[in-house]
């Protein structure tokens, strides 16, 4: 099993979401690359 290199959630220890996730932090669904591959193109201007 790929070990998650993002760090364990303080609140939720059982829950393997990155705690400052931008897309959704309330959504442990979301999978911690997620916010990476959004935050590409947001970060362009326009």
């Given at each position: ?15 393997p979401?990155?705690p ?12 911690w ?14």
């Amino acid at each position: 099993m790929w070990v998650n290199p993002v760090p364990v959630n303080p609140v939720n220890p059982e829950d393997p979401v990155n705690p400052v996730d931008p897309v959704d932090p309330e959504d442990p669904e979301d999978p911690w690359w997620l916010s990476l591959l959004l935050n590409v193109p947001c970060a362009a201007p326009g």
